[in-house]
DNA sequence: ATCCTGGCCA
């Protein structure tokens, strides 16, 4: 209102140049107000218009920066290029500087990242010279796109104008090429330009581990960090974040309280960013306890810290405790956000909430005009089905705004084999596989369901046309951390150079079980061979051979934890009950949906999951 | 004279 006020009466003072002055107040205006609503940059676009500001580039370049939101981003570089945006007229007097400042603003935003290239391309034809700091946008900008082909010809003109000497510019350009992975090959490319340069700092090598760690190529990424400290370069606060990231992503506890004890020692600044990071380690290596400590030690929080824990307890299964901390933050006056929400109800689905889950839900549009996405329909469904509600869950699918999408089709398929709906589940299986044939996860489904039948031929069948179609089935396996080691089982491994001891040590496991009343589940075995063959399959299981290797090679009375990369099955989670009770030891299971804690014959999990 | 790089939660 002032503002509006001040611009309307303003006067100019006669004896001082008027444009000089008028530039003046209008850099104040620009300064002093963030120009994100349409009023205020109409107000000073007529301001700009009424001095004869508009060549002024100062101006100009201000006017395109402080709008900070993107409708504001729109409005101005519309006045800044009112002409037919395909076929410019005549080139202004426009700067790089002008330039890169639309360019950034358009970087950033979420959705119109290709417009920042479109007016890279406006700036070269206007024959303005891009400077070093406008290629570290573009490239940005090329990221978030995510074409490979843009890359590679953005690449082109960092090398045309000669800035691939520039740092800022050569890490970006590693950044971009990891985010532009069609394949395989922009990380290949990355991987390429990174070796062949010689000088690298720590922002080069957090790109280049960040991006490994993005495309779930967690060893490498540690690997890579390791690297590093041999050449000798110091790893600053982002490194540390990626390689936690990592640790939480191979669930190597050892490496990640390691990680831990390098940042007190090097002094490495902790920032709310790097604590986020170590409570999602925490949790997801299985010390979730340890998660809660350091969240409770923060003495300034983000949104990103809430979901962290509150998340980390729903993988738990510690439902209520992750209601309370969500209880918690609403109370300390922080927003939930979608992903705050994506959490709690995950919560509520793990634990068994149905009641507090529909509450969550219903109040996420009511309270916090957050409109529900398909990801919080998902949850629901998730939710409903995992409680024995497979009739719910249809009716809320069928209700929902959305059309489902395959995470939920597969959710429902899930719960048709849980409650022995084979039918139904066989004819939704059918259905996927007709609309997206070439996701194994489909497949599986189908087979699952098969074998569940003992339809043996029709099993078989699946498999052919997997077979037919190039595809192949995920193989299980399963990882555990002995010694700052990570050891990696698949079904029926042998490269181990224990393995012979493993096998013996998994038949004893076998004898010890049965005695206490473990009996095998056949049907889980998805092979058409006989009833003792298949038992022999089960024992073969990746999960049973890190277990016996654990048994074997850390003190009694120790806790196990191994990270399985596929969901536990059936037997594995029945004789892992057992083998708790029988060698009194607490195994903890990373599986790809969540953890379960075996302790003394009982799994944290209730037996659904 | 003012504009530059990598990172955390589903």
Redesign the pocket.
């Known amino acids: 209102m002032i503002k509006s006020k001040l611009l309307s009466t303003i006067q100019l003072p006669s004896n001082t140049p008027k444009s000089r002055l008028a530039e003046q107040t209008c850099l104040t205006l620009l300064h002093s107000s963030h120009c994100n609503t349409f009023t205020k940059l109409t107000q000073i676009q007529t301001f700009i218009l009424k001095h004869g500001l508009q060549n002024n580039?100062?101006i100009l370049?201000?006017f395109a920066?402080t709008s900070s939101n993107i409708n504001a981003i729109h409005y101005a570089s519309s006045f800044l290029f009112p002409f037919d945006q395909t076929t410019p007229t005549q080139p202004p007097s426009y700067?790089?500087?002008l330039f890169?400042?639309v360019i950034?603003a358009y970087a950033q935003t979420h959705d119109s990242k290709s417009k920042a290239l479109f007016f890279y391309r406006t700036m070269v034809r206007y024959g303005v010279s891009p400077?070093?700091?406008?290629?570290?946008?573009v490239l940005?900008a090329c990221?978030g796109v995510g074409s490979l082909r843009l890359g590679k010809l953005v690449h082109g003109c960092v090398v045309k104008f000669g800035f691939e000497e520039?740092?800022?510019?050569f890490?970006?350009m590693i950044?971009m090429y990891?985010c532009c992975c069609e394949g395989e090959e922009g990380v290949e490319i990355a991987e390429k330009v990174f070796d062949e340069s010689t000088k690298l700092?720590?922002?080069?090598?957090?790109?280049m581990i960040?991006?490994y760690?993005?495309l779930g190529r967690s060893a490498r990424a540690i690997g890579l960090f390791r690297e590093m400290q041999v050449v000798g370069v110091f790893?600053?606060?982002?490194?540390m974040?990626?390689v936690?990231?990592a640790c939480?992503d191979l669930g190597a506890l050892e490496l990640g309280k390691w990680v831990e004890s390098y940042i007190e020692r090097e002094n490495i600044h902790k920032?709310?960013?790097?604590c986020?990071?170590m409570i999602?380690m925490f949790a997801?290596c299985g010390n979730v306890d340890k998660a809660v400590k350091l969240f409770r030690q923060m003495d300034s929080r983000?949104?990103?810290?809430w979901?962290?824990v509150i998340?980390g307890l729903a993988m738990h299964g510690r439902g209520l405790e992750a209601v309370s901390i969500f209880h918690e933050m609403v109370k300390n006056g922080v927003t939930p956000?979608?992903?705050?929400f994506?959490?709690v109800l995950?919560a509520c689905s793990h634990s068994g909430l149905v009641d507090k889950g529909r509450h969550y839900f219903n109040s996420m549009e009511r309270n916090f005009s957050i409109v529900p996405k398909i990801?919080h329909y998902g949850c629901m469904v998730d939710l409903f089905c995992r409680c024995g509600f497979v009739k719910e869950a249809f009716e809320f699918v069928q209700n929902m705004p959305f059309e489902p999408n395959q995470i939920i089709w597969r959710t429902l398929i899930t719960a048709c084999h849980a409650i022995g709906e084979l039918k139904l589940g066989e004819s939704i299986s059918k259905e996927l596989i007709k609309n997206e044939p070439m996701h194994e996860s489909n497949y599986v489904l189908l087979s699952n369901i098969y074998a569940k039948l003992r339809r043996w031929d029709k099993k078989t069948k699946v498999r052919e046309v997997m077979d037919m179609r190039g595809m192949k089935k995920v193989p299980g396996s399963t990882m555990i951390e002995v010694n700052n080691e990570m050891h990696e089982f698949v079904a029926g491994d042998k490269s181990h150079d224990q393995y012979k001891e493993i096998y013996e040590m998994v038949d004893e496991m076998g004898k010890e079980i049965k005695r206490v009343g473990y009996v095998p589940t056949t049907s889980q075995v998805l092979l058409d061979i006989d009833e003792e063959d298949k038992e022999d399959a089960l024992y073969r299981h990746s999960e049973k051979l890190a277990i016996a290797f654990a048994l074997l090679n850390t003190p009694p009375g120790t806790s196990i934890r191994i990270v399985k990369n596929l969901r536990i099955c059936e037997d594995c989670h029945s004789a892992t009950k057992f083998i708790s009770k029988v060698y009194n030891r607490e195994i903890v299971v990373r599986d790809r949906n969540r953890f379960h804690h075996f302790k003394n014959g009982l799994c944290s999990c209730r037996d659904f999951w």
Do not use: M, Q, Y
């Open positions: 580039p100062l370049t201000k920066s700067d790089a500087f890169n400042t950034r400077n070093k700091f406008t290629f570290p946008f940005k990221a520039d740092l800022h510019v890490n970006t950044h990891c700092d720590s922002v080069t090598w957090s790109a960040g991006g760690v993005r790893p600053d606060e982002i490194t974040i990626s936690l990231s939480a920032s709310v960013e790097l986020n990071a999602d997801k983000t949104i990103v810290s979901t962290s998340a956000d979608d992903v705050a994506i959490g995950s990801e």
